[in-house]
């Protein structure tokens, strides 16, 4: 990981040089403040590369940021971006869509190489993240990706799992890294794009994108409640997870089968054993067993 601080430069030059080497030449774009704010400025970020894109972590005094035409040409990245604000909000403009506000723990997208404008709303500057994925690492490449002017992400229920995989993400290290974060970037990927319908939620690509960021969730909400079970409620976590709840007529047994009430009537009767490639029904069942196994250490369940 790569981190800078303005603190190793002089105060009278922080400003341009962020402007110069950080802004225009890591970041490609160009950033503006009035000449009499600049001794003022103060601005840190971290840079890392995982699972074959960057994670970008920014925190700094208020500027103006713009990504011009003349930027995209001499700095072009042709990657998709996750943008999270982290702290205050954030204004964004000069787009072919409509100018759009951020609040603090809000998600937006978008291509790398469409103009924009943005400044941070109040006092605080910016607190953000970015996860910049590059296109030609997203398996089944759609023309439509490099349409994304920049939009806020409005389906709340995926904002949530965004939440979950951005964290995650952020928190790989070692063997963890090596073995997970590729998957959890080409997932991150596809919830953009399953948000802007160039993905369909119910396809292949998208269920199993949406089963990893599921099991983000699912982490995050185990190590976060894991010693106070009362206080979530039964079905809680199920909501949040979207994990169907089981049919009336079935019940679980010994966590190896699914069977109708009917099949329990008879007292001392031996259940018979769930049926294999024996029709639809049987199908679902299977498929409902499976789904449970990756919830059954959420206590509620």
Same mark, same amino acid.
Not at 129 to 150: E, F, M, N, W, Y
Not at 252 to 258: A, D, F, H, V
């Given at each position: 990981? =790569? ?13 341009? =040089?962020?402007?110069?080497? #950080? ?11 009035? #000449? ?25 005094? /208020?500027?103006?940021?713009?990504? !011009? ?7 072009? !990245?042709?990657?998709?971006?996750? =943008? ?5 909000g954030g204004w ?13 723990? #809000? ?8 103009? =924009?404008r943005t400044v /941070?709303? +109040?006092?605080? +500057? ?61 997932? %991150? ?6 948000e802007r319908g ?7 690509? +998208?269920?199993?994108? %949406?089963?990893?960021?599921? %099991? !983000? ?12 079970? @009362?206080?979530?409620? #039964? ?8 994990? @169907? ?21 008879? /007292?001392?009767?031996? /259940? ?16 409902? %067993? ?12």
């Amino acid at each position: 990981m =790569y981190r800078w601080c303005t603190d190793e430069v002089e105060p009278q030059d922080r400003f341009d =040089y962020w402007r110069e080497v #950080r802004a225009k030449g890591l970041f490609g774009v160009t950033a503006e403040l009035a #000449r009499e704010q600049r001794a003022d400025f103060s601005g840190e970020f971290s840079l890392r590369q995982i699972g074959g894109a960057g994670l970008v972590e920014l925190r700094a005094s /208020p500027y103006q940021v713009e990504r !011009s035409k003349t930027d995209i040409a001499h700095a072009a !990245s042709d990657s998709i971006c996750v =943008y999270q604000q982290l702290g205050g909000g954030g204004w964004f403009g000069g787009m072919r869509s409509d100018d759009f506000a951020i609040e603090s723990g #809000r998600f937006a997208t978008s291509h790398t190489d469409l103009p =924009y404008r943005t400044v /941070p709303l +109040g006092a605080a +500057g910016f607190h953000l993240r970015i996860l910049k994925i590059p296109v030609a690492s997203i398996p089944g490449p759609d023309r439509r990706v490099r349409d994304l002017t920049p939009k806020p992400v409005g389906d709340p229920a995926l904002a949530p799992l965004l939440d979950a995989a951005f964290a995650e993400l952020g928190e790989f290290a070692g063997e963890d890294e090596a073995a997970h974060a590729k998957p959890l970037v080409e997932a %991150l990927a596809c919830l953009v794009l399953i948000e802007r319908g160039i993905v369909r939620p119910a396809g292949r690509r +998208g269920q199993y994108a %949406l089963r990893i960021a599921r %099991l !983000s969730l699912a982490r995050r909400l185990i190590v976060r409640h894991l010693n106070d079970p @009362p206080i979530v409620p #039964r079905d809680g976590r199920r909501l949040a997870l979207r994990v @169907p709840a089981p049919p009336p007529h079935a019940v679980r047994n010994g966590g190896e089968e699914l069977l109708p009430d009917r099949d329990r009537a008879t /007292p001392g009767a031996k /259940p018979p054993p769930l049926a294999r490639g024996a029709g639809t029904a049987d199908r679902r069942c299977r498929r409902r %067993l499976r789904l449970r196994k990756h919830c059954d250490l959420l206590p509620g369940l």
